[in-house]
């Protein structure tokens, strides 16, 4: 089954705690703090494969989560980092943060990767919170949450030619007579119901692939007949054939469905609509379809390469192919993206932290001030009075009582709740 959409979670991994220890040797008087660093937790990676045609494995699996980085422990010992989840994907797919719609990447080379939820920070262990004032700290941190998210993943598949055209025009023939590719044929509309590859070797050992598009229809540019899932993977081809069914079956006219089927395309499209293409003139084997042929080339034939063919008895398909692997050497391989890497880097200045209330409730959002209460041990006295200063020295505590916050009133940060005193 060819699946071209999926929706999945993903998770870093959560950073390891860090341990508080005390050494304790013979002959080492007050030996002082010892407890280790947490490891990191491992990222999620999705890496493009050229292997891959399909989201399929997506659809039967949903969450993918990295493994947490281990603990640390006595004698200074630090935690292992957790392993990195890789995870293969088809080249061509676009992926977006579901909750924002951004465009996280777009991976169109073989090989690419992107990190798309990183792994916690290892808390650090006591060790580290030793100073001249204190110095055996019996504070440590709790390992960082990884970083979790909801992604929209999108294939276009990457093809150097499109065959476009209503349905029943004959596409899923003529892919069947020049590629390998065994699409589902029938006599009936709507046959092919999702998109088809074949390889198309020539003579001279050049070769292209083709992509077979399920018929659009008219309106297909605002989503008619799966017209959206269907138009995207003609948006990444270097060139079209367009082919029109010169027979007029179920009462249709050939040269009223090559301009609808182009509006459609320049509908969605302006580049989509303005690719090279080459008109296959199908099923020329039926009687009825000289009159059409006749009236297509006095209508379109200034402007277009029209090839009279028959999927059916393969008459007029060499000529076509020898013709599209002569374009396709002129034409320049699509330059999807401009740099090596998938997108250009934008940098958004935040503020440290935002506070909005609901009744009698103070909610405070930031990521810096939710990764510290995350990493903080509530039950430790030390780690809470470090959290009470951060909390003043970010600022926080005199913009609440900027808020209007009252004696009793409740402040969530996070998942951690607590009642405001003077």
């Known amino acids: 089954m060819f699946y071209d959409s999926a929706r999945i979670f993903v998770k870093g991994g959560d950073g390891g705690n860090g341990c508080a220890a005390m050494r304790r040797e013979k002959y080492v008087p007050e030996g002082g703090p010892w407890g280790g660093d947490g490891g990191r937790g491992g990222n999620v990676i999705f890496r493009a494969d050229e292997g891959l045609r399909t989201l399929v494995d997506f659809r039967y699996k949903r969450h993918y989560k990295a493994d947490r980085g281990r603990h640390g422990e006595g004698k200074n010992m630090h935690g292992a980092s957790g392993e990195d989840l890789l995870v293969r994907i088809p080249v061509g797919t676009i992926i977006r943060d579901a909750d924002t719609g951004e465009m996280l990447a777009d991976l169109v080379r073989n090989g690419q990767e992107i990190v798309v939820a990183r792994g916690g920070r290892g808390g650090r262990g006591n060790t580290r919170f030793a100073t001249t004032t204190n110095k055996a700290p019996t504070m440590y941190e709790k390992g960082e949450p990884g970083q979790e998210r909801w992604l929209n993943l999108e294939l276009k598949l990457l093809a150097d030619v499109g065959l476009v055209g209503f349905p ?16 589902k044929i029938g006599n009936y509309p709507f046959t092919t119901l999702s998109p088809n590859l074949g390889v198309v070797r020539v003579e001279d050992g050049s070769s292209f692939v083709v992509a077979d598009i399920p018929g659009l229809i008219e309106g297909a540019h605002t989503g008619a007949g ?9 948006e990444r081809t270097r060139l079209l054939i367009h082919v029109l069914d010169m027979a007029g079956g179920e009462g249709r006219d050939p ?5 609808v089927t182009n509006r459609e395309l320049l509908l969605h499209n302006q580049a989509t609509g303005a690719k090279t293409q080459v008109i296959a003139a199908n099923k020329m084997d039926v009687e009825e379809a000289a009159g059409n042929l006749n009236r297509l080339r006095e209508t379109y034939g200034e402007h277009y ?8 008895t393969g008459s007029g398909i060499d000529a076509l192919i020898y013709k599209v692997a002569a374009l396709l050497e002129e034409l320049h391989p699509q330059n999807i993206l401009p740099e090596e890497n998938a997108l ?15 009744g009698e409730e103070f909610y405070v959002c930031g990521k810096e001030i939710e ?11 030390e780690a809470v009075e470090r959290l009470q200063w951060i909390i003043k020295r970010m600022g926080i505590e005199e913009a609440l009582k900027a808020a209007g916050i009252k004696e009793g009133d409740t402040v969530k940060i996070g ?6 005193v003077l």
């Open 305 to 312: 390469e029209i090839f009279p063919v028959s999927a059916l």
């Open 344 to 358: 250009p880097v934008v940098h958004r200045v935040e503020p440290r932290f935002n506070i909005y209330r609901e």
């Open 226 to 234: 799966l017209g959206h899932e269907f138009l995207r993977h003609v």
């Open 168 to 183: 029943n025009a004959g596409k899923s023939s003529i892919i069947s007579k020049v590629s390998a590719a065994r699409p």
């Open 255 to 259: 040269v009223e469905d090559f301009r």
């Open 415 to 420: 998942a951690f709740e607590f009642e405001y």
């Open 371 to 381: 990764r510290h209460v995350a990493m903080t041990d509530m039950n430790n006295d």
